[in-house]
């Protein structure tokens, strides 16, 4: 016979089976009456060999009980029941995350931080758990000009005592942002910070002083550190102006944030000035800041490009270069060829093709350029032109060429390059245009001009228009279905003062300048942005639709619209120096451009020329959305 079993622990229910399995893990009192309640179970199989497996009735037993069944008997589990996997994290509203308690039995809630909403993970996305994320995340996901890390770097300009100016500005409507400054110093690759955090209140900007040294010399060359980067806790703007104040020769760059940075450029540039009338012009160049290590590096250019016999070869003319391994915060600038001086052509890198296997901070720029160029006496005067290079990505199919502020009667240039091969542009001007603004003659072979359009040969193809004052026109690169042919982006340069060659075509105020223009794609409700410092002139233009809701300035409805076409129009709005605001109910796009007069100044900084006449001018777009338009 079977000895009898055991009775059970009080409050016991039921006795596991063999090889049952319970859950854990489990509250320390629940655990310890588990353990009780098995180690009698252990009691209870240990009967004799032949007896049957607990829970299994004899025949005896199942001829005096109908309802036992063979097989084992059902277990009623009156064990914790588990609300979540340990670990697990989840949204509880906006500002609310909670983790599941390592026992599995209850969710344990914080409060996102200061500026973070919980974000959560939906099944659509590759994201792996809901998490609380700043604005600065977000942003991230939505790359526009707004951003919170931003590098700098100072470029080639002939004022060298005079600092290049950072200026950052708070866009938001009601927050309050942290910025700082870090430098990394020259030959390291670590970067330090610059003076204490700074707070702007919405709408004030903060203006930093950057006083490290060029890139050495005025060919290509390599440099480790040296650069400069902004930080903040929420999203904001900022603008590089080199030098910062109204001198003998500026421009201006909008700064793209780390997050909105590219793999994929084409250079803009121009000649530079006349070697034989102040040796001061050259070189025309870019200039590539890595932001990962192990960055690969390779440009296509089209003419000859200088090597330093080290690590950058001499590139000849439409030939890859070979790789160029860089890390975070390398700096490389590539300079054209000084082979070719009797040739200002031969001494433009406009249309280099750029790639990278990370993203890459880029500038395209010349040291001094005389818009337009001008071998022969009189030569008149150059100026620094600089933009940091919207990435390809970016670039659309429809633009407003609108023309500068009117500074005489000067004409007014562009240079237009192409994304990919078969971009086919046509052009639609207002009444000061001529009747074909692109033409056989500035469409040249390779390219294609079929009475109509122009058709570009290849990515980085570029050809140059001249208007006369007052043209502004519509670019198109889309068919009547409205099926683009390729990205593309227009850049305008700036006329130089004293055109004397034909001076019904000329102006005495400003120098050249280099803007490129935002597509209407990636057009703004609202901008927050701030001039440069010491000029006599500052305008904002604005492109809107006709008819669009009001642009405010500050509160201020602006005006003055001039036509384009039938769809759009363009103000050229004289402001203050200093930030500003301007926004809208419609999307609609700015630039925001700068002048010097002719006359004797005190905000002139020159410290060459006796009289203190500074001939110069600025611009830079004044913001964008980057939506991804063209896959390069």
């Not at 252990?42 to 009967?47: D, E, H, I, K, V």
């Not at 440099?223 to 080199?242: F, M, Q, W």
């Not at 004052?469 to 850049?491: E, K, Y």
């Not at 809701?549 to 509160?555: G, I, K, S």
């Amino acid at each position: 016979m079977a000895p009898s079993a055991p009775a059970q622990a009080e409050g016991s229910t039921t006795t596991p089976r063999r090889g049952a399995m319970l859950p854990l893990p489990l509250p320390l009192p629940d655990l310890a009456l588990t353990l009780g309640a098995l180690t009698l179970g252990a009691l209870a199989l240990t009967g004799c060999p032949n007896d049957p497996p607990p829970g299994t009735a004899t025949e005896s037993e199942s001829e005096s009980d109908p309802t036992v069944t063979s097989g084992p008997a059902t277990v009623d589990d009156t064990g914790p029941v588990f609300i979540c996997e340990p670990g697990e994290k989840q949204c509880n509203g906006q500002q609310f995350i909670q983790t599941c308690a390592p026992t599995g039995l209850e969710w344990i809630q914080e409060p996102c931080s200061t500026n973070e909403t919980c974000d959560p993970c939906t099944e659509d996305e590759t994201c792996a758990e809901d998490k609380c994320v700043g604005l600065c995340e977000v942003e991230a996901e939505l790359p526009s000009s707004a951003g919170c890390s931003f590098i700098a770097n100072r470029q080639l300009h002939l004022n060298v005592d005079s600092p290049d100016g950072l200026i950052v500005t708070n866009p938001n409507e009601d927050l309050p942002v942290t910025v700082q400054l870090y430098r990394t110093p020259e030959g390291k690759r670590k970067e330090e910070a610059v003076g204490n955090p700074r707070v702007l209140q919405p709408g004030e900007n903060t203006l930093y002083e950057l006083t490290a040294d060029f890139v050495l010399g005025t060919s290509s060359m390599f440099r480790t550190g040296g650069t400069y980067r902004v930080e903040s806790d929420v999203p904001v703007v900022a603008y590089l102006h080199s030098p910062l104040t109204n001198s003998r020769g500026n421009d201006s760059s909008m700064l793209l944030p780390e997050t909105t940075l590219g793999r994929h450029y084409v250079v803009p540039s121009f000649s530079p000035h006349a070697e034989q009338q102040q040796g001061q012009g050259q070189p025309s160049y870019f200039e590539i800041v890595a932001t990962e290590d192990f960055t690969e590096v390779t440009w296509t250019p089209p003419v000859d490009t200088a090597g330093t016999g080290i690590n950058i070869d001499f590139v000849a003319a439409g030939d890859e270069s070979p790789v160029l391994n860089m890390n975070r915060f390398d700096t490389v600038r590539i300079a054209a060829s000084a082979n070719f001086q009797e040739n200002p052509d031969l001494r433009d890198v406009s249309g280099t093709v750029i790639e990278s296997n990370h993203p890459i901070w880029v500038v395209g720029a010349s040291r001094c350029s005389r818009v337009p160029v001008l071998d022969e006496p009189p030569l008149g005067r150059c100026d620094p032109l600089q933009e940091l290079l919207i990435p390809l990505d970016y670039w659309g199919s429809r633009y407003v060429a609108a023309h500068s502020p009117d500074r005489g009667t000067e004409r007014h240039w562009w240079r237009i390059y192409s994304a990919n091969e078969g971009t086919r542009i046509t052009a639609e001007g207002n009444l000061g245009c001529p009747d074909d603004i692109l033409t056989a003659e500035n469409c040249p072979a390779p390219n294609e001009f079929d009475g109509e359009a122009c058709t570009f040969a290849a990515r980085g193809s570029w050809i140059q228009v001249d208007v006369p004052n007052g043209c502004s026109f519509f670019l198109d690169s889309t068919n009547d279905q409205g099926i683009s042919s390729g990205a593309f982006m227009p850049v305008q340069y700036l006329q130089g003062s004293r055109f004397q060659e034909n001076p019904a075509e000329s102006t005495e105020i400003g120098d050249p300048a280099m803007y490129q223009m935002v597509p209407v794609e990636q057009f703004l409700n609202r901008y927050v942005f701030s001039t440069g410092l010491g000029f006599d002139f500052h305008y904002v233009q604005v492109i809107r639709q006709i008819g669009g809701p009001t642009v405010f300035l500050d509160n201020m409805s602006v005006n003055g619209y001039s036509p384009v076409n039938d769809t759009w129009e363009v103000a050229n709005f004289p402001i203050s120096e200093g930030p500003h605001v301007i926004d809208s109910g419609a999307p609609f796009g700015i630039v925001q451009i700068g002048y010097s007069s002719n006359e004797p100044s005190e905000n002139c900084d020159n410290t060459v020329d006796p009289q203190p006449i500074c001939h110069a001018s600025y611009a830079y777009p004044g913001g964008m959305k980057s939506e991804v338009i063209y896959i390069p």
